[in-house]
């Protein structure tokens, strides 16, 4: 039985052409692994230096965000799941998958977030998706001069530069999953 569930699930993994997958805990460990692994396979299919260099930074990006922000950490001692603030040592969990449909990559990553932050991330992403690519720049550089955003942990550019390097406007859900928890996903096609 166990043989024949796994086949079954490698199958809709082809089936949705998928090359890397990946569902647990993140790490800036696991980050580095799972890059050289998708790196060596877009060497090793011959894929155009500058498009290797788009997925692969979108990747990262994607996988920051989970590392960062993913509302389903363990070990954030004295913090709640999901802040900002948590604790470096705190574990968080999400998805990530990269596949090839129709010549174009995709990167698709998924987490658990408070949903209390839902409304203002959908409306970011909204913002976003509805940018050109010369107002997404605009708006690129305009943040470079700016304070990063209170609860930020990074340069608060991270979506933003996912949104410039995708080919078309960036895919997103949420599916709450209770009162205080939101299940979250983006897709972004380069």
Same mark, same amino acid.
């Given at each position: 039985?166990? @043989? $024949?569930?796994?086949?079954?699930? $490698?199958? !809709?993994?082809?089936?949705?052409?998928?090359?890397?997958?990946?569902?647990?805990?993140?790490?800036?460990?696991?980050?580095?692994?799972?890059?050289? +692994?998708?790196? $060596?396979?877009? /060497?090793? =299919?011959?894929?155009?230096?500058?498009?290797?260099? #788009? *997925?692969?930074?979108?990747? *990262?990006?994607?996988? !920051?965000?989970?590392? #960062?922000?993913?509302? =389903?950490?363990?070990?954030? &001692?004295?913090? +709640?799941?999901?802040?900002?603030?948590?604790? %470096?040592? @705190?574990?968080?969990?999400?998805?990530?998958t990269?596949?090839? =449909?129709?010549?174009?990559?995709?990167?698709?990553?998924?987490?658990?977030?408070?949903?209390?932050? &839902?409304? #203002?991330? $959908?409306?970011?992403?909204?913002?976003? %998706? &509805?940018?050109?690519?010369?107002?997404?720049?605009v708006?690129?550089?305009?943040k470079?001069?700016? /304070?990063?955003?209170?609860?930020? !942990?990074?340069?608060?550019?991270?979506?933003?530069?996912? %949104?410039? #390097?995708?080919?078309?406007?960036? /895919?997103? =859900?949420?599916? /709450? *999953?209770?009162? !205080?928890?939101?299940?979250?996903?983006i897709r972004?096609?380069?």
């Amino acid at each position: 039985m166990l @043989a $024949r569930e796994l086949f079954e699930f $490698r199958s !809709q993994i082809q089936a949705h052409k998928l090359m890397l997958v990946y569902s647990g805990i993140m790490s800036e460990g696991i980050l580095f692994s799972l890059g050289e +692994a998708l790196r $060596r396979k877009l /060497e090793q =299919d011959d894929t155009d230096r500058n498009l290797t260099k #788009r *997925v692969f930074s979108v990747f *990262v990006e994607q996988v !920051q965000n989970i590392i #960062r922000y993913s509302g =389903d950490a363990e070990g954030s &001692a004295g913090t +709640a799941a999901g802040d900002a603030g948590a604790g %470096a040592g @705190a574990l968080r969990s999400g998805i990530v998958t990269v596949g090839k =449909d129709g010549g174009r990559f995709f990167v698709i990553c998924a987490n658990m977030i408070d949903s209390a932050k &839902a409304p #203002r991330l $959908r409306s970011r992403l909204e913002e976003l %998706a &509805a940018l050109s690519p010369e107002e997404l720049k605009v708006l690129y550089r305009r943040k470079l001069k700016e /304070e990063p955003e209170a609860e930020s !942990q990074g340069a608060t550019l991270g979506l933003i530069e996912i %949104a410039r #390097r995708a080919s078309s406007p960036i /895919e997103f =859900d949420f599916f /709450e *999953v209770d009162a !205080q928890t939101t299940f979250y996903g983006i897709r972004v096609f380069i």
